[in-house]
């Protein structure tokens, strides 16, 4: 297996040149844009990786599935998807227009911005920090790393720039979509976004997901098996934004990205798998994540789409 892993990631790395880390967050411009790792977990708990896999990255919207997963857990997807749509967006992560334009606006998928920060407003918490540490604790229970830690630098970074995710709450807000303190929220939401994680971390989320829901290190239950299998469609219809369909033909597994550059993937009954590689195309996904995952899909029989 680390053979394979390893195959496929230097033979990855000719299309890093071609890709570039995210700027618009101050601090993600810091990371190393030539930095490219895969790992595998099994839902047996077996690990494999290979390439730079001590690199580290924050997960930045791969936290979206940890936020909804407990969303719900707690309230039931009747009321969640009563707020939030389930459809794929062929607009940006970050686009207000769709929102704007269409009434009742309802954000059209808890994968993109608008629909996170409503997802997370709906959690019973008032305090930005008891609704971060939930969301966090989450992210743990999914890694089975309990050394998970928000990188405070990134934190700020983000907060301090974040106008778009501003507008996309207040107006949330000033239609109705949304109610209580918005800055409390965008709070929470920032932070999380700041989680910091390494690759085979991620590929242990992917297993919990493709595990039913349950750790396969931990043995934990960190979900039910129907909140496994909702994460794992709106992955697939809707995990890596306006790149998604192209991605489904691609790779054809339900995976998940972020800004940070990680990739998490989650094969139902096999197990997780995942990428780092902050070296972002166009759409904000990791250029060199993709090629792996591309290659992956083809040499394992990965494809579920």
Do not use: W
């Not at 033979?11 to 071609?18: G, I, P």
């Not at 995710?165 to 207040?170: D, E, K, M, T, V």
């Not at 994680?197 to 290190?217: C, Y």
Request: glycine share 10%; net charge neutral.
């Amino acid at each position: 297996m680390e053979n394979i892993l390893k195959e496929a990631v230097e033979s990855s790395r000719s299309v890093l040149k071609k890709g570039s880390v995210a700027t618009y967050i101050p601090e993600l411009a810091k990371a190393d844009p030539e930095a490219l790792a895969a790992a595998f977990c099994g839902t047996d708990g077996a690990m494999a990786s290979a390439g730079d896999v001590n690199t580290s990255i924050t997960v930045q919207s791969i936290s979206k599935v940890a936020s909804l997963g407990l969303a719900l857990q707690m309230l039931g997807e009747d009321l969640i998807f009563s707020r939030v749509g389930v459809e794929s967006s062929a607009d940006p992560f970050n686009s207000i227009m769709r929102l704007e334009m269409k009434a009742p606006h309802r954000p059209l998928n808890p994968m993109i911005n608008s629909g996170a920060i409503l997802v997370l407003s709906l959690l019973p918490f008032k305090e930005s920090g008891e609704r971060l540490q939930a969301v966090l604790e989450t992210m743990r229970l999914m890694t089975a790393n309990q050394d998970l830690a928000i990188n405070e630098a990134v934190a700020v970074s983000e907060r301090d720039t974040s106008d778009r995710n501003r507008s996309l709450g207040y107006f949330l807000r000033s239609v109705g979509s949304m109610q209580g303190d918005v800055e409390n929220v965008l709070d929470s939401y920032f932070r999380q976004c700041a989680i910091e994680t390494t690759v085979k971390d991620l590929a242990v989320m992917g297993a919990t997901l493709a595990s039913g829901g349950r750790n396969p290190l931990s043995g934990n239950l960190i979900f039910s098996e129907r909140v496994a299998l909702i994460l794992r469609a709106l992955m697939g219809t809707c995990g890596l934004y306006d790149g998604s369909g192209d991605f489904a033909v691609r790779v054809g597994l339900p995976a998940k990205s972020g800004v940070g550059g990680g990739i998490v993937g989650s094969i139902a009954g096999r197990g997780g798998i995942a990428t780092v590689g902050p070296a972002l195309d166009s759409r904000g996904n990791s250029i060199g994540g993709i090629r792996v995952l591309e290659h992956l899909s083809r040499s394992m029989s990965l494809r579920v789409l």
